[in-house]
């Protein structure tokens, strides 16, 4: 039965960096689903006869989430619900599906790397027809709508099945409950050589492949196991968990702890690989070796030739401004197109669709391609290793040549979490200020040639966006300050920093990149204000 029920709205129903994130209590909260989703839909002209994608990372509250986004749907005039069985689906194939289905967008519930669980957080993402995350505009437009928000329309009824796969409807409304594994193995394989994988693992190639207790799980133990090769229980923490066993689904060297003792013991395996809650982000190791992402951003782009999909050449790549410049040198050497935009993905969306780019990535363990409108996890993964059974070579020895031909960008990222917004906000302001006396200044020999507002002109759109501070330095030195767009209590800020050595390649990265650092911390007056001596997370 149709029917319209009254709201109060919220305030706080702003969408960050990649969609809207909070706490897993705040989205229980009476109407807050409800409220959201209605707002997405009266933001973008309404849904009556569209279609959507709808899936998760499989975390808590979850399915509770899309049981009613498929009240509120039906309520809408939905034409159709395309959902992923149980309720899961990666970031990645979802984007692939929105243009697979020539659906008008989808929802997929995540908080990507966050904790879940009844404590951690839940969230939604909502990307349009491009498959990519909403242009501000857009997001713009459903804040404001979610404040002004008095009434939502559903359809009452039982809970559908989410486990039965095929066609089924609710009201006037149909559904398809779909598998989406085989359909992104598939969509790898058009991409990568199959058949130089499943040499490489049958000459007794060994990998370690975390999946977090995440959604990535039950692609990867088919993929890496069954189709390609790889030696049963490669894949570890394959099962998707409401609480992620209590794991941090973020792969990095410090919530990936498990990963990397593995992959620095004595018989550690030839490769070691991560993702995120959603499957979007990834990490790279070898034995005892961690790849920075920036680095990796650089060696795939360096690469591309190894790869079917892209041997026959690439548009350009893109990086964020607080990536590390390793990107920009192949670019140069390759003489393809190169940009530097904001942090997030929507603006390489735009690249991507003007044919300027084909690769692109950020320093936080993100990287894909124009195979879909995402960061892929499983894609970086599965160049690295198509780039190893094309070289023979290891990961140490691919990133070791790849410093000595065009030099190392040391790479650090510092978050200090957690700050009182009010406190992060005022440090924001004086340092813009401060900023604009900083050109010329010397710290020891090093002197500051550029320093202000990160601001980004989009070539697509004509739209311009400021992003953070950034500080570069006469010997290709930089610092980036921002604020985190994602997190969901107070604020964070990220300090960037970045060290070009030609000849010393392998210095510890901490060190080399200390002076800098200090700087950073003193130019911001970081510990000053925020109490802080020292970031909570370095990367
Ligand atoms: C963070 C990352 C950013 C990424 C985003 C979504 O955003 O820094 O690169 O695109 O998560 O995964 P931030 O919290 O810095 O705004
Ligand atoms: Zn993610």
Same mark, same amino acid.
């Given at each position: 039965? =149709?029917? /319209?029920?009254?709201?109060?709205? &919220? /305030?706080?129903?702003?969408?960050?960096?990649? %969609? !809207?994130r909070k706490k897993s209590k705040v989205w229980m909260q009476p109407n807050y689903v409800e409220n959201f989703v209605q707002s997405i839909f009266n933001s973008i002209g309404g849904v009556e006869g569209k279609s959507f994608i709808i899936g998760g990372d499989g975390r808590f509250y979850n399915t509770v989430m899309i049981q009613k986004i498929i009240k509120l749907a039906a309520g809408n005039g939905v034409k159709k619900l395309i959902i992923g069985q149980n309720g899961l689906?990666?970031? #990645?194939?979802? $984007? @692939?599906?929105? +243009?697979? &289905?020539?659906?008008?967008? $989808?929802?997929? !519930?995540?908080?990507?790397? *966050? #904790? %879940? %669980?009844? *404590?951690g957080d839940a969230g939604i993402k909502y990307a349009t027809a491009s498959g990519g995350q909403a242009p501000k505009q857009i997001t713009d437009a459903i804040y404001k709508n979610t404040k002004e928000i008095t009434e939502y329309n559903l359809v009452e009824g039982n809970d559908v099945d989410l486990s039965k796969l095929g066609p089924t409807t609710y009201g006037n409304m149909e559904i398809e409950l779909i598998d989406t594994i085989d359909g992104y193995i598939a969509m790898c394989e058009e991409i990568f050589d199959f058949d130089a994988l499943k040499a490489l693992f049958k000459k007794g190639f060994k990998l370690k492949f975390d999946s977090m207790n995440a959604i990535t799980g039950p692609y990867a133990v088919k993929l890496f196991e069954e189709i390609l090769g790889a030696e049963k229980g490669s894949v570890m923490n394959s099962t998707p968990l409401p609480d992620f066993g209590g794991l941090h689904p973020d792969p990095n060297l410090k919530y990936a702890a498990e990963l990397i003792k593995i992959m620095n013991s004595k018989n550690a395996p030839d490769f070691g690989a991560a993702t995120d809650g959603d499957g979007d982000r990834y990490m790279i190791l070898g034995r005892n070796f961690f790849v920075t992402p920036s680095d990796s951003l650089a060696i795939i782009t360096d690469n591309y030739k190894f790869i079917p999909a892209y041997e026959k050449g690439i548009f350009g790549v893109a990086k964020s401004a607080a990536t590390s410049t390793a990107v920009a040198r192949v670019a140069q050497a390759h003489k393809i197109g190169y940009y530097e935009t904001p942090t997030g993905w929507k603006f390489f969306v735009n690249l991507m669709d003007s044919d300027r780019i084909t690769f692109c990535g950020e320093e936080s363990f993100g990287a894909g391609s124009s195979h879909i409108r995402e960061k892929d996890g499983i894609w970086a993964v599965l160049f690295w290793l198509n780039i190893i059974a094309k070289t023979g070579k290891s990961v140490e020895e691919i990133v070791t040549e790849h410093w000595q031909k065009y030099g190392r960008s040391y790479y650090m990222r510092f978050d200090f979490e957690e700050i009182d917004s009010e406190i992060a906000n005022k440090l924001m302001a004086d340092l813009q200020t401060k900023l604009s006396t900083l050109q010329g200044q010397k710290f020891g020999t090093n002197e500051v040639e550029t320093a202000g507002a990160f601001v980004y002109n989009d070539p697509v759109d004509g739209s311009s966006t400021q992003d953070g501070f950034l500080i570069r330095f006469k010997d290709g030195? @930089?610092?980036? &300050? @921002?604020?985190?767009? /994602?997190?969901?209590?107070?604020? /964070? =800020?990220?300090?960037?920093?970045? +060290? !070009?050595?030609? +000849? *010393?390649?392998?210095?510890?990265?901490?060190?080399?990149?200390?002076?800098? &650092?200090?700087?950073?911390s003193q130019v911001a007056e970081i510990e000053k204000r925020t109490g802080k001596k020292e970031a909570d997370v370095t990367t």
């Open positions: 039965m =149709l029917k /319209t029920v009254k709201t109060t709205a &919220y /305030t706080d129903q702003k969408m960050g960096t990649a %969609g !809207l689906m990666s970031t #990645p194939i979802s $984007s @692939r599906l929105i +243009k697979d &289905y020539q659906t008008d967008g $989808s929802l997929v !519930l995540t908080a990507s790397h *966050n #904790p %879940g %669980g009844e *404590n030195s @930089r610092i980036v &300050y @921002r604020l985190s767009g /994602t997190g969901s209590v107070g604020a /964070t =800020l990220r300090v960037y920093v970045e +060290k !070009l050595e030609t +000849k *010393n390649i392998k210095e510890d990265a901490r060190l080399m990149v200390d002076e800098l &650092y200090q700087i950073a």
